[in-house]
């Protein structure tokens, strides 16, 4: 049996050393960390051109409270699977702007790592391997998606 590919994931967040510490928590998870971007038209001018597999995407960036569309259009036209990792957990829409998800901030190395750990297995398998680590919300459709798996987070 060979080993899954890692995840290629991309980080949109506009505060540099939380770009830089999911950049590390990416790493340590096994994925592979494609780019960053700070801005929204960057983070889809990014997607579209580096195919990631997973966006983190913030709510607020740096040209304003962007995330939710970005979410949307990366989710719609990239084909990425999007997680939130927001403090402002309240301005998604009920649909999560087709995100799977949302780990809210203040998080823990660990809550990130899990849930990453998590995403890797749903994306490879198809499926859920079990509930979300705790931290993470899934949104309704990825939890039809992926199982209907009970919440933790």
């Known amino acids: 049996m060979t080993a899954a590919a890692p995840l290629d994931v991309l980080i949109v967040e506009d505060e540099v050393l939380l770009a830089f510490e999911l950049g590390f928590l990416v790493r340590e998870s096994g994925c592979r960390e494609v780019g960053h971007a700070m801005t929204s038209e960057e983070a889809v001018e990014l997607a579209r051109s580096l195919t990631p597999d997973l966006a983190l995407v913030d709510v607020h960036l740096r040209d304003g409270p962007t995330g939710v569309e970005v979410a949307r259009r990366i989710a719609q036209d ?76």
Not at 85 to 108: E, Q
Not at 133 to 140: A, F
Not at 142 to 153: L, S, V
């Open 78 to 153: 990239c084909g990425a699977v999007v997680l939130f990792m927001t403090a402002n957990v309240k301005r998604l829409p009920a649909d999560f702007a087709g995100a799977c998800g949302v780990i809210g901030k203040p998080y823990s190395e660990h809550a990130v790592k899990m849930a990453l750990i998590f995403l890797q297995a749903c994306l490879r398998d198809g499926q859920a391997p079990g509930p979300p680590p705790l931290g993470l919300t899934l949104s309704p459709a990825f939890q039809d998606r992926w199982g209907g798996m009970a919440q933790a987070g």
